[in-house]
């Protein structure tokens, strides 16, 4: 199957297409490592799978291990309800892709990455595959590359099987070691102890597309993006009831409202930011702007229009979260359960204020007492729906 | 050669393709999964022998993900995405109609002539183009009720041409 059949709509023009791939290679085989772990740690770049971490710290820490070999994986486990600009980036873009990889080893030192795909995205392998060799026919993977006999760097693509918590580094971990995906605890960090229990750096595929683009472009253009607060650009994944939805480029800073307006949605009646472990925005808020010190975000953006039923979204959210449980712990293992049920029936019959102490409660503890991010975020979108949109509960009218 | 023998010699095919470590039990299912539309109790045997892991973690990893499945599947698996963009599509429920029209099953089950089985997934990523459903791997965007039957009928006709050529 050819992926460009299924590229969707790019609704303004992205800076990826504004960079060769090569030349963020020859930069990095020209520079020192530590001068390439510098440049991206000047930028600002923060991851952009959702928990925004400074990528150049985190390949400063890779950097600063001595277990050996290490290992650089690029997490395109992209599951987050909502989400979909790595797909995106995969179809149009994984020479970049490839390169902000291969910086990544050449930065911390590794010599071998992998590239993790999730089960849904399979249909993108034969043409990842293909970019993977023309970048090793092109000597940008491989031995000495681009003439630098200390730059050795090649790629593996791996496949997820169908499991949404393997997009949290160490359960993606736990999976490329042939384990169920369970997440790990931290401390050791994955760039301590990562796979094989060796130094390794996991980051998102938007992260990596954007390291090659700031190799040539220079932290400064990065930086002129943004805030000053957050540097740089995120790409959106705009669905649900709008005009136009697709892929968009903002710079950090931007407005809800801008964006709502730039889509066709501007009759929005709620808007869920960062995904179904994101949060719900009523109107009153679309002034908010999107940024890791206000409205944090993997991305994503899912338009409610004026006829939704909120308490159905609550519910879809819902069933994801206890479908997706990994089930090794039990706050998130029986919370979702049991919140799903409660959201049934306060659907059904409403929420009186026992009720509702009791679904608070236990959206606390879920938050609280969850091992891993899947459980202590899945309750923040039920929550934000309750405290704003309680009325359309039965007897709330 | 019995059955369990010639999957012994599958496995270990796939393991010179992909190591006998335990980072190869991954691979090796997926393949496994992909060829017979699902893991056997004889392959997760003859895995757990070649690449000595214990079966109860062959087993826990064979029934964690949602891809792989335990039990016979049809030759086509059919997963239709539930979540919010594509399920608040206008067409998303005139598509599962005509789903469980064409096929006359519900989610979770296979048809008796073996070729289709229905189930349902999580964000497939296609929320901008929704709604989507998954066969095998490949994606289908847009889908209407009228879509969903021509899909099946390509299904059907490349099934039984497949057994004509056998």
């Keep these: 199957m050819d992926p460009k059949t299924v590229r969707g709509f790019v609704g303004n023009k992205l800076s990826f297409s504004e960079v060769a791939p090569k030349d963020g290679i020859r930069m990095a085989a020209e520079m020192a490592p530590e001068d390439v772990v510098a440049i991206i740690g000047a930028s600002g770049l923060r991851g952009r799978g959702g928990a925004g971490f400074p990528t150049g710290k985190k390949w400063e820490f890779a950097r600063s291990q001595e277990g050996t070999p290490k290992y650089t994986i690029c997490n395109a486990d992209e599951g987050e309800p909502g989400t979909f600009k790595d797909r995106l980036i995969l179809t149009d873009f994984p020479e970049l892709v490839f390169a902000g990889m291969a910086i990544a080893g050449r930065a911390v030192g590794a010599e071998f990455g992998i590239l993790y795909l999730r089960a849904e995205y399979g249909w993108l392998r034969d043409h990842l595959e293909a970019a993977l060799e023309r970048c090793r026919g092109a000597n940008l993977l491989g031995k000495a590359i681009l003439g630098n006999k200390e730059f050795n760097f090649d790629i593996a693509i791996r496949m997820g099987s169908g499991a949404y918590i393997c997009g949290e580094e160490t359960a993606l971990l736990e999976s490329l070691e042939g384990r169920?995906?369970?997440?790990?605890?931290r401390i050791p960090f994955p760039v301590q102890a990562g796979y094989l229990g060796k130094p390794t750096t996991v980051n998102n595929v938007e992260t990596l597309a954007w390291v090659p683009c700031v190799l040539v472009k220079g932290p400064s253009w990065f930086a002129a993006m943004g805030t000053r607060k957050a540097p740089g650009a995120w790409l959106f994944s705009v669905s649900g009831d709008c005009k136009r939805p697709g892929i968009y480029e903002y710079p950090f800073g931007t407005s809800l409202r801008q964006i709502l307006s730039d889509v066709g949605a501007e009759n929005a009646k709620a808007v869920q930011v960062g995904g179904a472990s994101g949060t719900c925005v009523p109107p009153a808020q679309f002034d908010r702007t999107l940024s890791p010190g206000d409205l944090a975000t993997g991305g994503s953006i899912i338009v409610f229009g004026p006829g939704q039923d909120m308490f159905a979204v609550a519910e879809n959210f819902q069933h994801f979260f206890a479908d997706e449980s990994c089930g090794q712990c039990i706050p998130c293992r029986v919370g979702n359960q049991r919140l799903l049920e409660a959201i049934g029936r306060m659907r059904k019959d409403g929420l009186d204020t026992d009720g509702e102490r009791n679904v608070r409660q236990l959206a606390q503890t879920m938050t609280v007492a969850s091992k891993c991010g899947l459980g202590q975020m899945s309750a923040r979108a039920f929550l934000a729906i309750l405290n704003n949109f309680s009325g359309e509960l039965p007897g709330r009218a | 050669m019995d059955a369990q023998q010639t999957l012994r010699t599958e496995v270990e095919q796939l393991v010179r393709v992909h190591g006998r470590g335990?980072?190869?039990?991954?691979p090796?299912?997926?393949?496994?999964?992909?060829?017979?539309?699902?893991?056997?109790?004889?392959a997760m045997l003859a895995v757990s022998d070649a690449l000595n892991v214990p079966r109860a973690e062959v087993y826990g990893v064979a029934t964690f993900y949602s891809y792989f499945s335990v039990k016979p599947r049809g030759t086509y698996v059919i997963r239709v995405c539930r979540t919010i963009s594509c399920a608040k599509q206008p067409d998303y429920h005139p598509a599962?109609?005509?789903?469980?029209?064409?096929?006359?099953?519900?989610?979770?089950?296979t048809t008796s002539d073996g070729i289709f089985s229905l189930e349902q997934t999580n964000c497939a990523g296609m929320c901008d183009q929704g709604p989507s459903m998954m066969v095998n791997e490949d994606v289908y965007i847009h889908l209407t009720e009228a879509s969903v039957r021509t899909i099946l009928n390509e299904c059907r006709h490349a099934a039984l041409a497949a057994k004509k050529a056998q």
């Design chain 1, 180 to 185: 169920r995906g369970d997440a790990r605890n």
């Design chain 2, 22 to 26: 335990r980072t190869a039990l991954m």
């Design chain 2, 28 to 42: 090796i299912l997926q393949d496994l999964n992909r060829a017979h539309s699902y893991i056997s109790e004889d």
């Design chain 2, 96 to 109: 599962i109609a005509a789903l469980f029209d064409e096929l006359g099953i519900g989610f979770g089950e």
